[in-house]
Protein backbone atom coordinates (compact mmCIF):
# COMPACT_ATOMS: atom_id res chain seq x y z
CA UNK A 1 0.00 0.00 0.00
CA UNK A 2 3.09 2.25 0.87
CA UNK A 3 4.83 1.39 -2.14
CA UNK A 4 1.81 1.97 -4.41
CA UNK A 5 1.20 5.10 -2.61
CA UNK A 6 4.39 6.55 -3.42
CA UNK A 7 4.30 5.30 -6.90
CA UNK A 8 1.23 7.51 -7.18
CA UNK A 9 2.66 10.71 -5.78
CA UNK A 10 6.04 10.15 -8.04
CA UNK A 11 3.65 9.71 -10.80
CA UNK A 12 1.56 12.77 -10.07
CA UNK A 13 4.94 14.98 -9.47
CA UNK A 14 6.07 14.14 -12.86
CA UNK A 15 2.33 15.01 -14.89
CA UNK A 16 3.19 18.57 -13.29
CA UNK A 17 6.55 18.70 -14.16
CA UNK A 18 6.02 17.94 -17.56
CA UNK A 19 2.90 20.14 -17.58
CA UNK A 20 5.85 22.75 -16.25
CA UNK A 21 8.00 22.22 -18.85
CA UNK A 22 4.76 22.53 -21.60
CA UNK A 23 3.63 26.32 -20.25
CA UNK A 24 7.26 27.18 -20.18
CA UNK A 25 7.35 26.51 -23.62
CA UNK A 26 4.22 27.92 -24.87
CA UNK A 27 5.67 31.14 -22.50
CA UNK A 28 9.11 31.18 -24.55
CA UNK A 29 6.95 30.51 -28.08
CA UNK A 30 4.77 33.52 -27.70
CA UNK A 31 7.92 35.62 -26.63
CA UNK A 32 10.13 34.38 -29.54
CA UNK A 33 7.07 34.71 -32.25
CA UNK A 34 6.27 38.63 -32.23
CA UNK A 35 9.92 39.14 -32.51
CA UNK A 36 10.19 37.25 -35.33
CA UNK A 37 7.52 39.47 -36.87
CA UNK A 38 9.11 42.39 -35.08
CA UNK A 39 12.27 41.88 -37.10
CA UNK A 40 10.93 41.32 -40.46
CA UNK A 41 8.78 43.99 -39.83
CA UNK A 42 11.97 46.22 -39.14
CA UNK A 43 13.95 44.78 -42.35
CA UNK A 44 11.48 46.27 -44.25
CA UNK A 45 10.71 49.15 -42.98
CA UNK A 46 11.18 51.47 -45.71
CA UNK A 47 10.04 49.32 -47.94
CA UNK A 48 6.56 49.73 -47.55
CA UNK A 49 4.79 47.20 -49.96
CA UNK A 50 6.19 44.25 -47.79
CA UNK A 51 4.35 45.58 -44.93
CA UNK A 52 0.54 44.78 -46.55
CA UNK A 53 -0.81 46.09 -43.48
CA UNK A 54 0.53 49.40 -44.26
CA UNK A 55 -2.32 51.85 -44.95
CA UNK A 56 -0.25 54.34 -46.67
CA UNK A 57 2.52 53.20 -49.02
CA UNK A 58 1.51 49.80 -50.15
CA UNK A 59 3.11 50.26 -53.28
CA UNK A 60 6.00 48.34 -54.12
CA UNK A 61 5.18 45.19 -55.79
CA UNK A 62 7.90 42.43 -55.28
CA UNK A 63 6.37 39.58 -57.03
CA UNK A 64 8.07 37.50 -59.54
CA UNK A 65 5.62 35.55 -60.75
CA UNK A 66 5.79 35.88 -64.67
CA UNK A 67 2.22 34.97 -65.23
CA UNK A 68 0.94 38.32 -63.74
CA UNK A 69 0.23 39.76 -67.12
CA UNK A 70 -2.05 42.84 -68.33
CA UNK A 71 -4.77 41.80 -70.38
CA UNK A 72 -4.94 44.41 -72.65
CA UNK A 73 -0.77 45.33 -73.04
CA UNK A 74 0.02 48.59 -74.42
CA UNK A 75 2.92 49.88 -75.94
CA UNK A 76 5.68 52.04 -74.95
CA UNK A 77 4.04 55.09 -76.27
CA UNK A 78 1.23 54.59 -74.09
CA UNK A 79 2.97 54.23 -71.19
CA UNK A 80 4.52 57.52 -71.77
CA UNK A 81 1.52 59.37 -72.06
CA UNK A 82 0.02 57.94 -68.93
CA UNK A 83 3.54 59.22 -67.49
CA UNK A 84 3.03 62.41 -69.00
CA UNK A 85 -0.36 63.42 -67.64
CA UNK A 86 0.30 62.29 -63.47
CA UNK A 87 -0.70 65.36 -62.05
CA UNK A 88 1.39 67.15 -59.63
CA UNK A 89 -1.90 68.41 -57.41
CA UNK A 90 -5.25 66.60 -56.51
CA UNK A 91 -6.38 64.30 -58.89
CA UNK A 92 -9.32 65.79 -61.17
CA UNK A 93 -11.03 62.73 -60.38
CA UNK A 94 -10.94 62.64 -56.27
CA UNK A 95 -14.66 64.11 -55.97
CA UNK A 96 -16.34 61.27 -58.03
CA UNK A 97 -14.80 59.00 -56.52
CA UNK A 98 -15.97 59.97 -52.72
CA UNK A 99 -19.02 61.75 -52.83
CA UNK A 100 -20.33 59.33 -49.91
CA UNK A 101 -17.37 59.27 -47.54
CA UNK A 102 -17.49 63.27 -48.04
CA UNK A 103 -21.31 63.49 -47.47
CA UNK A 104 -20.63 61.50 -43.52
CA UNK A 105 -18.13 64.52 -43.53
CA UNK A 106 -19.94 67.36 -44.01
CA UNK A 107 -23.07 65.71 -41.89
CA UNK A 108 -21.48 66.46 -38.92
CA UNK A 109 -20.52 69.82 -39.44
CA UNK A 110 -23.30 71.42 -41.66
CA UNK A 111 -22.68 75.25 -43.20
CA UNK A 112 -25.20 77.26 -44.91
CA UNK A 113 -26.25 80.53 -47.19
CA UNK A 114 -27.52 81.48 -50.12
CA UNK A 115 -27.13 81.94 -53.89
CA UNK A 116 -29.39 83.31 -56.84
CA UNK A 117 -29.83 84.16 -60.37
CA UNK A 118 -32.43 85.62 -62.12
CA UNK A 119 -34.72 84.84 -63.85
CA UNK A 120 -33.08 81.79 -65.63
CA UNK A 121 -32.57 79.88 -62.16
CA UNK A 122 -34.30 77.71 -59.45
CA UNK A 123 -33.21 77.41 -55.48
CA UNK A 124 -31.42 73.40 -55.91
CA UNK A 125 -30.05 73.51 -52.23
CA UNK A 126 -31.01 76.00 -49.29
CA UNK A 127 -28.48 75.19 -46.06
CA UNK A 128 -28.29 76.49 -42.97
CA UNK A 129 -25.18 77.62 -41.27
CA UNK A 130 -24.67 77.09 -37.25
CA UNK A 131 -23.71 80.81 -36.12
CA UNK A 132 -22.09 78.81 -32.91
CA UNK A 133 -21.62 75.51 -30.89
CA UNK A 134 -24.71 76.01 -28.92
CA UNK A 135 -26.90 76.72 -32.06
CA UNK A 136 -25.60 74.48 -34.30
CA UNK A 137 -28.46 72.56 -36.58
CA UNK A 138 -28.07 70.54 -39.18
CA UNK A 139 -29.55 72.10 -42.56
CA UNK A 140 -30.51 70.45 -45.90
CA UNK A 141 -28.50 67.56 -46.36
CA UNK A 142 -25.41 68.16 -48.74
CA UNK A 143 -26.25 64.89 -50.16
CA UNK A 144 -28.93 66.67 -52.28
CA UNK A 145 -25.88 68.60 -54.06
CA UNK A 146 -24.53 64.75 -55.55
CA UNK A 147 -27.81 64.10 -56.78
CA UNK A 148 -27.84 67.24 -58.56
CA UNK A 149 -24.34 67.14 -60.21
CA UNK A 150 -22.64 70.06 -58.50
CA UNK A 151 -19.72 68.23 -56.76
CA UNK A 152 -19.57 65.39 -59.71
CA UNK A 153 -19.02 68.33 -62.23
CA UNK A 154 -16.72 70.20 -59.94
CA UNK A 155 -13.97 66.71 -60.14
CA UNK A 156 -13.95 67.71 -64.07
CA UNK A 157 -12.18 70.60 -63.51
CA UNK A 158 -9.82 72.10 -61.49
CA UNK A 159 -10.95 74.41 -58.30
CA UNK A 160 -11.49 78.10 -59.83
CA UNK A 161 -13.15 76.90 -62.82
CA UNK A 162 -15.48 74.67 -60.64
CA UNK A 163 -15.69 76.57 -57.33
CA UNK A 164 -19.38 77.39 -57.67
CA UNK A 165 -20.73 73.72 -57.81
CA UNK A 166 -17.92 72.78 -54.78
CA UNK A 167 -19.71 75.37 -52.95
CA UNK A 168 -23.36 73.81 -53.31
CA UNK A 169 -21.91 70.88 -50.90
CA UNK A 170 -18.94 72.63 -48.73
CA UNK A 171 -19.73 76.35 -48.52
CA UNK A 172 -16.67 78.49 -47.99
CA UNK A 173 -14.53 75.90 -47.71
CA UNK A 174 -14.26 75.77 -50.79
CA UNK A 175 -13.59 79.16 -51.13
CA UNK A 176 -10.48 79.28 -48.42
CA UNK A 177 -9.30 76.16 -50.11
CA UNK A 178 -9.08 78.15 -53.51
CA UNK A 179 -7.64 81.00 -51.94
CA UNK A 180 -4.82 79.18 -49.99
CA UNK A 181 -4.29 76.73 -53.88
CA UNK A 182 -3.80 80.21 -55.42
CA UNK A 183 -1.15 81.02 -53.31
CA UNK A 184 0.46 78.07 -52.73
CA UNK A 185 0.78 76.75 -56.23
CA UNK A 186 3.90 78.16 -56.92
CA UNK A 187 5.52 77.39 -54.05
CA UNK A 188 4.24 73.66 -54.75
CA UNK A 189 5.58 73.72 -58.42
CA UNK A 190 8.81 75.11 -57.61
CA UNK A 191 9.22 72.39 -54.57
CA UNK A 192 11.97 69.92 -54.01
CA UNK A 193 9.76 67.72 -51.90
CA UNK A 194 7.12 67.53 -54.98
CA UNK A 195 10.00 66.67 -57.19
CA UNK A 196 10.61 64.21 -54.94
CA UNK A 197 7.22 62.46 -54.88
CA UNK A 198 6.65 62.53 -58.46
CA UNK A 199 10.08 60.55 -59.65
CA UNK A 200 8.73 58.28 -56.64
CA UNK A 201 5.84 57.59 -58.28
CA UNK A 202 7.71 57.00 -61.79
CA UNK A 203 10.14 54.48 -59.83
CA UNK A 204 7.51 52.55 -58.18
CA UNK A 205 5.92 51.83 -61.51
CA UNK A 206 8.77 50.72 -63.09
CA UNK A 207 10.18 48.39 -60.72
CA UNK A 208 8.40 45.07 -60.72
CA UNK A 209 9.01 44.75 -64.44
CA UNK A 210 12.74 45.49 -63.72
CA UNK A 211 13.04 43.37 -60.77
CA UNK A 212 11.26 40.43 -62.88
CA UNK A 213 14.35 40.86 -65.40
CA UNK A 214 17.31 38.45 -63.91
CA UNK A 215 19.84 40.72 -66.26
CA UNK A 216 19.17 43.41 -64.25
CA UNK A 217 19.90 42.69 -60.70
CA UNK A 218 22.00 45.41 -59.73
CA UNK A 219 19.43 48.20 -61.35
CA UNK A 220 16.82 46.42 -59.47
CA UNK A 221 18.63 46.98 -56.02
CA UNK A 222 19.33 50.10 -57.21
CA UNK A 223 16.01 51.16 -57.93
CA UNK A 224 14.31 49.90 -54.65
CA UNK A 225 17.41 51.30 -52.62
CA UNK A 226 16.35 55.08 -54.17
CA UNK A 227 12.96 53.99 -53.28
CA UNK A 228 13.55 53.41 -49.99
CA UNK A 229 15.76 56.53 -49.16
CA UNK A 230 12.93 58.95 -50.72
CA UNK A 231 10.54 56.90 -48.55
CA UNK A 232 12.30 57.65 -45.85
CA UNK A 233 13.52 61.23 -46.39
CA UNK A 234 9.07 62.06 -47.40
CA UNK A 235 8.55 60.53 -43.99
CA UNK A 236 10.90 62.73 -42.27
CA UNK A 237 10.07 65.83 -44.25
CA UNK A 238 6.74 67.51 -45.56
CA UNK A 239 8.45 70.81 -46.82
CA UNK A 240 11.69 72.05 -48.17
CA UNK A 241 12.59 73.91 -45.38
CA UNK A 242 13.46 70.45 -43.65
CA UNK A 243 14.82 68.32 -45.98
CA UNK A 244 18.43 67.35 -45.18
CA UNK A 245 21.55 68.57 -46.78
CA UNK A 246 22.51 66.50 -50.15
CA UNK A 247 18.70 65.69 -51.37
CA UNK A 248 19.86 66.87 -54.64
CA UNK A 249 22.22 64.39 -54.81
CA UNK A 250 19.64 61.61 -54.06
CA UNK A 251 17.74 63.11 -56.59
CA UNK A 252 20.40 62.85 -59.15
CA UNK A 253 20.51 58.99 -58.21
CA UNK A 254 16.84 58.61 -58.65
CA UNK A 255 17.04 60.11 -62.26
CA UNK A 256 20.08 57.95 -63.15
CA UNK A 257 18.29 55.09 -62.27
CA UNK A 258 14.74 56.14 -64.02
CA UNK A 259 16.53 56.82 -66.78
CA UNK A 260 18.05 53.04 -67.13
CA UNK A 261 15.29 51.85 -66.10
CA UNK A 262 12.73 53.61 -69.22
CA UNK A 263 16.13 51.95 -71.26
CA UNK A 264 15.54 47.99 -70.41
CA UNK A 265 13.23 46.57 -72.85
CA UNK A 266 10.10 45.80 -70.18
CA UNK A 267 6.73 44.44 -70.45
CA UNK A 268 4.62 48.15 -71.00
CA UNK A 269 1.32 46.22 -69.75
CA UNK A 270 2.79 45.60 -66.41
CA UNK A 271 3.77 49.27 -66.33
CA UNK A 272 0.67 50.31 -67.22
CA UNK A 273 -0.53 48.70 -64.53
CA UNK A 274 1.52 49.12 -62.00
CA UNK A 275 0.86 53.42 -62.93
CA UNK A 276 -2.95 52.53 -63.02
CA UNK A 277 -2.70 50.84 -59.20
CA UNK A 278 -0.45 53.18 -57.78
CA UNK A 279 -2.89 56.65 -58.93
CA UNK A 280 -5.89 54.69 -57.30
CA UNK A 281 -3.48 54.49 -54.06
CA UNK A 282 -2.83 58.23 -54.22
CA UNK A 283 -6.40 58.92 -55.09
CA UNK A 284 -7.31 57.19 -51.85
CA UNK A 285 -4.95 58.75 -50.16
CA UNK A 286 -6.00 61.65 -51.31
CA UNK A 287 -9.61 61.39 -50.84
CA UNK A 288 -8.87 61.22 -47.07
CA UNK A 289 -7.01 64.39 -46.98
CA UNK A 290 -10.00 66.08 -48.32
CA UNK A 291 -12.16 64.25 -45.98
CA UNK A 292 -9.51 65.29 -43.56
CA UNK A 293 -9.35 69.20 -44.01
CA UNK A 294 -12.94 69.66 -44.64
CA UNK A 295 -13.32 68.60 -41.37
CA UNK A 296 -11.20 70.48 -39.43
CA UNK A 297 -12.12 73.60 -41.39
CA UNK A 298 -15.33 72.96 -40.34
CA UNK A 299 -14.05 72.42 -36.53
CA UNK A 300 -12.24 75.46 -36.66
CA UNK A 301 -15.13 77.63 -37.48
CA UNK A 302 -17.32 75.82 -35.68
CA UNK A 303 -15.75 75.72 -32.61
CA UNK A 304 -14.93 78.24 -29.56
CA UNK A 305 -11.15 79.57 -30.15
CA UNK A 306 -9.46 78.43 -26.38
CA UNK A 307 -8.19 82.10 -25.57
CA UNK A 308 -12.65 83.35 -25.77
CA UNK A 309 -13.53 80.26 -23.80
CA UNK A 310 -11.12 81.58 -21.10
CA UNK A 311 -12.37 84.77 -21.31
CA UNK A 312 -15.51 84.23 -20.26
CA UNK A 313 -15.05 81.35 -17.90
CA UNK A 314 -12.87 84.02 -15.92
CA UNK A 315 -15.15 86.78 -15.75
CA UNK A 316 -18.32 84.39 -14.80
CA UNK A 317 -15.80 83.31 -12.04
CA UNK A 318 -15.13 86.83 -11.21
CA UNK A 319 -18.39 88.13 -11.13
CA UNK A 320 -19.21 86.02 -8.45
CA UNK A 321 -16.13 87.14 -6.63
CA UNK A 322 -16.15 90.12 -6.73
CA UNK A 323 -20.05 91.41 -6.31
CA UNK A 324 -20.58 94.48 -8.48
CA UNK A 325 -22.59 97.89 -7.47
CA UNK A 326 -25.85 97.71 -9.65
CA UNK A 327 -25.53 100.39 -11.53
CA UNK A 328 -28.73 99.38 -13.31
CA UNK A 329 -31.05 101.08 -11.06
CA UNK A 330 -29.74 104.55 -11.66
CA UNK A 331 -30.28 103.93 -15.46
CA UNK A 332 -33.07 102.11 -15.47
CA UNK A 333 -34.84 105.56 -16.86
CA UNK A 334 -32.46 105.86 -19.89
CA UNK A 335 -33.44 102.02 -20.79
CA UNK A 336 -36.80 102.76 -21.48
CA UNK A 337 -36.44 106.25 -22.20
CA UNK A 338 -38.16 106.46 -25.91
CA UNK A 339 -36.42 109.65 -26.73
CA UNK A 340 -33.13 108.19 -27.33
CA UNK A 341 -31.21 105.95 -29.38
CA UNK A 342 -31.88 102.04 -28.69
CA UNK A 343 -29.55 100.06 -29.81
CA UNK A 344 -29.89 95.72 -29.65
CA UNK A 345 -27.03 93.43 -30.38
CA UNK A 346 -28.07 89.60 -29.77
CA UNK A 347 -24.55 88.12 -28.73
CA UNK A 348 -22.68 85.05 -26.91
CA UNK A 349 -19.54 86.17 -27.58
CA UNK A 350 -18.29 89.24 -25.36
CA UNK A 351 -15.77 90.12 -27.30
CA UNK A 352 -17.73 90.37 -30.53
CA UNK A 353 -20.46 92.70 -29.04
CA UNK A 354 -17.38 94.74 -27.44
CA UNK A 355 -16.14 95.56 -30.76
CA UNK A 356 -20.02 96.50 -32.14
CA UNK A 357 -20.62 98.73 -28.94
CA UNK A 358 -17.26 100.52 -29.04
CA UNK A 359 -17.12 100.91 -32.90
CA UNK A 360 -20.96 102.67 -32.83
CA UNK A 361 -20.39 104.50 -30.07
CA UNK A 362 -16.79 105.99 -31.56
CA UNK A 363 -18.02 107.35 -34.34
CA UNK A 364 -21.42 108.68 -33.09
CA UNK A 365 -21.87 112.55 -32.84
CA UNK A 366 -23.40 112.19 -29.08
CA UNK A 367 -22.34 109.13 -27.21
CA UNK A 368 -24.53 110.04 -24.14
CA UNK A 369 -27.73 109.89 -26.54
CA UNK A 370 -27.06 106.18 -27.09
CA UNK A 371 -28.53 102.93 -25.09
CA UNK A 372 -27.32 99.71 -25.69
CA UNK A 373 -29.16 96.11 -24.95
CA UNK A 374 -26.90 93.55 -24.80
CA UNK A 375 -29.37 90.16 -25.44
CA UNK A 376 -27.53 86.76 -24.51
CA UNK A 377 -28.24 83.62 -22.79
CA UNK A 378 -27.79 82.20 -19.17
CA UNK A 379 -24.16 80.91 -19.71
CA UNK A 380 -22.72 84.07 -20.77
CA UNK A 381 -25.07 86.29 -18.77
CA UNK A 382 -22.68 86.97 -15.90
CA UNK A 383 -19.19 87.17 -18.25
CA UNK A 384 -21.01 90.04 -20.00
CA UNK A 385 -22.07 91.16 -16.67
CA UNK A 386 -18.93 91.91 -15.67
CA UNK A 387 -17.59 93.06 -19.06
CA UNK A 388 -19.59 95.91 -19.71
CA UNK A 389 -19.45 96.90 -15.60
CA UNK A 390 -15.91 97.12 -16.21
CA UNK A 391 -15.60 98.81 -19.52
CA UNK A 392 -17.09 102.03 -20.45
CA UNK A 393 -17.87 103.16 -24.15
CA UNK A 394 -18.12 107.08 -23.08
CA UNK A 395 -21.39 108.85 -22.15
CA UNK A 396 -23.33 104.95 -23.69
CA UNK A 397 -25.10 102.85 -21.50
CA UNK A 398 -25.00 99.66 -21.55
CA UNK A 399 -27.50 96.98 -20.27
CA UNK A 400 -27.21 93.03 -20.48
CA UNK A 401 -30.65 91.10 -20.35
CA UNK A 402 -30.29 87.18 -20.06
CA UNK A 403 -33.30 86.38 -22.55
CA UNK A 404 -33.94 82.97 -21.15
CA UNK A 405 -35.07 84.34 -17.72
CA UNK A 406 -37.56 87.19 -19.55
CA UNK A 407 -41.18 87.47 -18.70
CA UNK A 408 -43.31 87.39 -21.94
CA UNK A 409 -46.84 85.98 -21.96
CA UNK A 410 -48.36 87.34 -25.45
CA UNK A 411 -47.53 84.80 -27.50
CA UNK A 412 -47.05 81.00 -26.33
CA UNK A 413 -45.25 80.16 -28.98
CA UNK A 414 -42.22 82.51 -28.07
CA UNK A 415 -41.99 81.51 -24.09
CA UNK A 416 -40.34 78.08 -25.16
CA UNK A 417 -37.82 79.73 -27.43
CA UNK A 418 -34.24 79.40 -25.85
CA UNK A 419 -31.79 82.63 -26.78
CA UNK A 420 -30.78 82.00 -30.74
CA UNK A 421 -28.44 83.68 -32.85
CA UNK A 422 -29.50 85.52 -36.72
CA UNK A 423 -29.50 82.93 -38.91
CA UNK A 424 -27.18 82.40 -41.74
CA UNK A 425 -28.35 80.24 -44.78
CA UNK A 426 -26.35 79.08 -48.09
CA UNK A 427 -28.48 79.14 -50.80
CA UNK A 428 -27.10 77.64 -54.68
CA UNK A 429 -28.82 78.19 -57.97
CA UNK A 430 -28.28 76.23 -61.10
CA UNK A 431 -29.81 77.34 -64.75
CA UNK A 432 -33.27 75.26 -65.41
CA UNK A 433 -32.11 74.55 -68.63
CA UNK A 434 -29.17 72.39 -67.17
CA UNK A 435 -26.29 74.01 -68.04
CA UNK A 436 -23.44 73.23 -67.04
CA UNK A 437 -22.19 73.13 -62.96
CA UNK A 438 -19.77 76.27 -63.27
CA UNK A 439 -23.39 78.73 -63.91
CA UNK A 440 -24.45 77.30 -60.39
CA UNK A 441 -24.24 80.08 -58.35
CA UNK A 442 -23.82 80.54 -54.64
CA UNK A 443 -24.96 83.23 -52.14
CA UNK A 444 -25.19 83.83 -48.61
CA UNK A 445 -27.53 85.59 -46.90
CA UNK A 446 -28.37 86.15 -42.82
CA UNK A 447 -31.79 86.36 -41.51
CA UNK A 448 -33.64 86.89 -38.13
CA UNK A 449 -33.82 84.12 -35.88
CA UNK A 450 -36.73 83.21 -33.57
CA UNK A 451 -35.30 85.32 -30.87
CA UNK A 452 -35.89 88.39 -32.94
CA UNK A 453 -39.79 87.80 -33.06
CA UNK A 454 -39.85 88.98 -28.89
CA UNK A 455 -38.89 92.08 -29.29
CA UNK A 456 -41.46 93.89 -28.90
CA UNK A 457 -42.51 92.05 -25.74
CA UNK A 458 -38.98 92.66 -24.48
CA UNK A 459 -39.01 96.40 -25.29
CA UNK A 460 -42.51 97.26 -24.50
CA UNK A 461 -41.90 100.86 -23.87
CA UNK A 462 -40.02 101.58 -26.98
CA UNK A 463 -41.45 102.09 -30.27
CA UNK A 464 -38.21 102.17 -32.59
CA UNK A 465 -34.91 100.02 -32.22
CA UNK A 466 -31.88 99.41 -34.12
CA UNK A 467 -30.59 95.69 -34.37
CA UNK A 468 -26.83 94.98 -35.00
CA UNK A 469 -25.11 91.45 -35.33
CA UNK A 470 -22.23 90.83 -33.30
CA UNK A 471 -20.27 90.33 -36.45
CA UNK A 472 -20.54 93.78 -37.68
CA UNK A 473 -18.37 96.33 -37.39
CA UNK A 474 -19.42 100.51 -37.31
CA UNK A 475 -17.36 102.79 -39.67
CA UNK A 476 -19.78 105.66 -39.44
CA UNK A 477 -22.53 107.91 -37.57
CA UNK A 478 -25.68 106.03 -37.43
CA UNK A 479 -28.16 108.47 -36.06
CA UNK A 480 -29.51 109.79 -39.34
CA UNK A 481 -30.89 106.34 -39.46
CA UNK A 482 -33.24 107.65 -36.56
CA UNK A 483 -34.75 110.24 -38.91
CA UNK A 484 -35.60 108.26 -41.50
CA UNK A 485 -39.42 108.37 -42.41
CA UNK A 486 -40.19 104.94 -43.31
CA UNK A 487 -43.43 105.47 -44.81
CA UNK A 488 -45.26 102.39 -42.73
CA UNK A 489 -42.58 100.03 -43.26
CA UNK A 490 -41.46 97.96 -40.31
CA UNK A 491 -37.99 96.61 -41.11
CA UNK A 492 -35.64 99.00 -42.72
CA UNK A 493 -32.99 96.58 -43.77
CA UNK A 494 -30.09 96.14 -46.43
CA UNK A 495 -31.79 94.38 -49.42
CA UNK A 496 -29.59 91.75 -51.75
CA UNK A 497 -31.13 91.55 -54.71
CA UNK A 498 -28.73 88.91 -56.41
CA UNK A 499 -31.53 86.31 -54.44
CA UNK A 500 -35.16 87.40 -55.40
CA UNK A 501 -37.76 85.50 -53.59
CA UNK A 502 -39.22 84.31 -57.47
CA UNK A 503 -35.84 82.54 -56.83
CA UNK A 504 -36.69 81.04 -53.75
CA UNK A 505 -40.82 79.74 -54.71
CA UNK A 506 -39.81 75.92 -53.97
CA UNK A 507 -39.52 76.87 -50.33
CA UNK A 508 -42.11 79.66 -49.81
CA UNK A 509 -44.93 77.22 -50.74
CA UNK A 510 -48.45 78.76 -52.55
CA UNK A 511 -47.77 82.05 -50.84
CA UNK A 512 -48.51 84.59 -53.25
CA UNK A 513 -45.24 86.62 -52.75
CA UNK A 514 -43.42 88.62 -55.25
CA UNK A 515 -41.11 87.20 -57.37
CA UNK A 516 -39.18 90.55 -58.02
CA UNK A 517 -38.66 91.66 -54.12
CA UNK A 518 -35.35 90.89 -53.14
CA UNK A 519 -34.02 89.21 -50.01
CA UNK A 520 -33.13 91.42 -46.85
CA UNK A 521 -30.79 91.15 -44.80
CA UNK A 522 -29.76 91.06 -40.78
CA UNK A 523 -27.12 92.62 -39.41
CA UNK A 524 -28.00 96.80 -39.63
CA UNK A 525 -32.06 96.91 -39.08
CA UNK A 526 -33.82 99.62 -38.40
CA UNK A 527 -37.11 98.49 -36.30
CA UNK A 528 -40.57 100.24 -36.15
CA UNK A 529 -41.69 98.18 -33.10
CA UNK A 530 -45.07 99.94 -32.89
CA UNK A 531 -45.86 99.28 -36.34
CA UNK A 532 -44.68 95.71 -35.49
CA UNK A 533 -47.24 95.58 -32.90
CA UNK A 534 -49.68 97.17 -35.48
CA UNK A 535 -49.63 94.75 -37.83
CA UNK A 536 -49.11 91.56 -35.34
CA UNK A 537 -46.26 90.51 -36.95
CA UNK A 538 -44.43 87.75 -34.57
CA UNK A 539 -47.98 86.03 -34.81
CA UNK A 540 -47.87 86.20 -38.32
CA UNK A 541 -44.21 84.51 -38.05
CA UNK A 542 -45.21 82.12 -35.72
CA UNK A 543 -48.16 81.25 -38.19
CA UNK A 544 -45.70 80.47 -41.57
CA UNK A 545 -43.61 78.55 -39.30
CA UNK A 546 -45.99 76.13 -38.59
CA UNK A 547 -47.32 76.54 -42.30
CA UNK A 548 -43.87 75.37 -43.72
CA UNK A 549 -43.51 73.12 -41.08
CA UNK A 550 -46.57 70.97 -42.56
CA UNK A 551 -44.74 71.05 -45.91
CA UNK A 552 -41.45 69.14 -43.95
CA UNK A 553 -39.14 70.82 -44.81
CA UNK A 554 -36.34 71.51 -42.69
CA UNK A 555 -35.22 73.50 -39.81
CA UNK A 556 -33.32 76.02 -41.83
CA UNK A 557 -35.89 75.79 -44.60
CA UNK A 558 -38.97 76.82 -42.55
CA UNK A 559 -37.18 79.49 -40.99
CA UNK A 560 -36.22 81.03 -44.23
CA UNK A 561 -38.98 81.17 -45.50
CA UNK A 562 -40.96 82.39 -42.72
CA UNK A 563 -38.77 85.04 -42.00
CA UNK A 564 -39.05 86.08 -45.88
CA UNK A 565 -43.18 85.87 -45.88
CA UNK A 566 -43.66 87.74 -42.73
CA UNK A 567 -42.08 90.86 -43.82
CA UNK A 568 -43.22 91.13 -46.99
CA UNK A 569 -44.42 94.48 -48.41
CA UNK A 570 -42.60 95.67 -44.92
CA UNK A 571 -39.13 96.00 -45.89
CA UNK A 572 -38.03 99.59 -46.61
CA UNK A 573 -34.78 99.38 -48.31
CA UNK A 574 -31.11 101.08 -47.13
CA UNK A 575 -29.29 101.85 -49.80
CA UNK A 576 -25.81 100.70 -48.92
CA UNK A 577 -25.48 101.08 -45.61
CA UNK A 578 -24.18 97.90 -45.00
CA UNK A 579 -21.65 95.82 -46.77
CA UNK A 580 -21.54 92.25 -46.50
CA UNK A 581 -19.28 89.24 -47.10
CA UNK A 582 -16.42 89.76 -45.11
CA UNK A 583 -16.71 86.40 -43.22
CA UNK A 584 -16.74 84.82 -46.90
CA UNK A 585 -15.61 86.95 -49.97
CA UNK A 586 -11.71 86.83 -50.48
CA UNK A 587 -11.80 89.52 -53.70
CA UNK A 588 -14.00 92.79 -52.02
CA UNK A 589 -12.37 95.74 -52.84
CA UNK A 590 -10.88 97.50 -50.31
CA UNK A 591 -12.11 101.65 -51.34
CA UNK A 592 -15.59 99.50 -50.73
CA UNK A 593 -14.59 98.39 -47.55
CA UNK A 594 -13.26 101.87 -46.58
CA UNK A 595 -16.21 103.65 -47.90
CA UNK A 596 -19.11 100.80 -46.20
CA UNK A 597 -20.59 102.51 -42.99
CA UNK A 598 -21.27 99.11 -41.53
CA UNK A 599 -19.01 96.18 -42.29
CA UNK A 600 -20.85 92.79 -42.37
CA UNK A 601 -18.66 89.46 -41.56
CA UNK A 602 -21.08 87.05 -42.60
CA UNK A 603 -20.25 83.66 -43.13
CA UNK A 604 -18.20 81.07 -41.48
CA UNK A 605 -14.35 83.21 -41.04
CA UNK A 606 -15.24 85.50 -38.84
CA UNK A 607 -12.41 87.95 -37.80
CA UNK A 608 -12.40 86.59 -33.95
CA UNK A 609 -10.98 83.49 -35.52
CA UNK A 610 -7.83 81.75 -37.03
CA UNK A 611 -10.03 81.35 -39.81
CA UNK A 612 -11.04 84.77 -40.04
CA UNK A 613 -9.75 86.68 -43.59
CA UNK A 614 -6.65 87.97 -42.57
CA UNK A 615 -6.94 91.48 -44.61
CA UNK A 616 -9.99 92.46 -43.05
CA UNK A 617 -9.50 91.26 -39.37
CA UNK A 618 -7.44 95.03 -39.27
CA UNK A 619 -11.21 96.65 -39.02
CA UNK A 620 -12.09 94.82 -36.17
CA UNK A 621 -9.46 94.27 -34.11
CA UNK A 622 -8.59 97.93 -33.99
CA UNK A 623 -12.02 98.35 -31.51
CA UNK A 624 -10.12 96.07 -29.04
CA UNK A 625 -8.66 96.72 -25.93
CA UNK A 626 -5.74 94.69 -25.99
CA UNK A 627 -4.38 96.04 -22.92
CA UNK A 628 -7.18 94.47 -21.01
CA UNK A 629 -5.79 92.54 -18.24
CA UNK A 630 -8.22 89.75 -19.05
CA UNK A 631 -7.24 89.39 -22.40
CA UNK A 632 -3.65 89.41 -21.97
CA UNK A 633 -4.36 86.39 -18.63
CA UNK A 634 -6.03 84.36 -21.41
CA UNK A 635 -3.76 85.09 -24.46
CA UNK A 636 -6.80 86.50 -27.00
CA UNK A 637 -4.88 86.75 -29.92
CA UNK A 638 -7.80 87.88 -32.29
Not at 211 to 220: C, D, E, H, R
Not at 305 to 318: A, D, F, I, R
Not at 535 to 542: Q, R, V
Request: net charge neutral; charged share 25%.
Amino acid sequence: MKVGGGGGVYSGKRRCNGLVVGVLCLVILSLLVPLIGLHNAFHSGAYPYDQPSSTTNVLIDNSHDSKEKHESPVNETRVKEILDKIPPILPQGLWNRSNEPLNETIDTAPSGTSTGKKGSSTADVVQQLPTDTNDAKTGTDPANAYGRGGVDEYGKGGVDENINSCEVSFGTYCLWRGKNREETNGEMNASMVKKLKDRLFVARAYYPSIAKLPAQNKLSRELKQNIQELERVLSESSTDAVLQPGIEKKLRKMEAAIARAKSCPVDCGNVDKKLRQILDLTLDEATFHMKQSIFLYQLAVRTMPKGLHCLSMNQTVEYFKSPLKDMELSLAGKYSDPTLQHYVVFSKNVLASSVVINSTVTHARESGNLVFHVLTDQQNYFAMKLWFFRNMYKDAAVQVLNIEHLNMDSHAEATDIKMSMPREFRVSFSSVDNQPSKNIRTEYITTFSPSHYLLPEIFKSLEKVLVLNDDVVVQQDLSSLWNLNMGGKVNGAVQFCSVRLGLLKSYLGENNADENACVWMSGLNIIDLARWRELDLTKIYWRFVQEVKLREKSVGDHELAANLLTFQDTVYALDDWALSGLGHDFWIDVRDIENAAVLHYNGDMKPWLNMGIPKYKTYWNKFLNREDEFLLACNVNA
